[in-house]
């Protein structure tokens, strides 16, 4: 059954980062359409794709991309695939709604490959910037990042070691973007 609108999100670890990992999103879109996925359309530069997919299994799916990605590009990149309607419910519990935003106020989603316990509350800081990850689902760590400084703590680095190499960050915008896009 092909699909008219986007049913999944791939979220992919680390390309076009720092200039590591560059995939054109035009070639991206190509791969997928090559592993058989429809509504293909890539959101933003930074590895996130919506599509379409026969009912599946998230990991199943995610491991034919990586193969897919390795085959085509020849590189490992991690993947993990949510449905549209999952990431439309992170969104509807409205992890920040009680945090104060201003234009120092970053807000994060990580996204994890594997179930665990939900994660717990803490508090990073350093001199010039604060990073607070809020209670989580399974799947899912939600961090607020407060700049105040000229110079910001590597946040990503600090998600990276408090949930692991399974996992991706996207910002809350960008989660917003993946919901809604068509």
Same mark, same amino acid.
């Given at each position: 059954m092909k699909y008219a609108v986007p049913t999944h999100v791939a979220l992919l670890r680390g390309i076009n980062v720092g200039g590591n990992k560059k995939i054109a999103m035009a070639e991206l879109r190509e791969c997928f359409q090559r592993l058989g996925f429809t509504a293909v359309k890539t959101v933003l530069n930074s590895g996130n794709v919506l599509f379409s &997919? @026969?009912?599946? %299994?998230? !990991? &199943? $799916?995610? /491991?034919? *991309? @990586?193969?897919? *990605?390795? &085959? /085509?590009?020849?590189m490992k990149v991690a993947v993990i695939v949510r449905s549209r309607r999952g990431i439309q419910t992170i969104l509807a519990l409205q992890p920040f709604a009680k945090i104060p935003v201003t234009e120092n106020t970053r807000?994060?989603?990580?996204? $994890? &490959?594997? %179930?665990? !316990? @939900? !994660?717990r509350a803490v508090q990073l800081a350093s001199a010039t910037a604060d990073l607070q990850i809020l209670p989580g689902t399974e799947r899912e760590g939600f961090s607020v990042l407060t700049i105040s400084g000229p110079k910001s703590i590597d946040a990503l680095h600090y998600l990276d070691r408090f949930f692991g190499k399974r996992s991706t960050t996207r910002s809350w915008a960008t989660v917003g973007k993946l919901a809604r896009d068509q």
């Open positions: &997919a @026969e009912r599946m %299994k998230s !990991a &199943a $799916l995610a /491991q034919t *991309i @990586e193969d897919g *990605i390795e &085959a /085509q590009f020849g807000l994060y989603v990580t996204f $994890l &490959a594997e %179930k665990r !316990a @939900e !994660a």
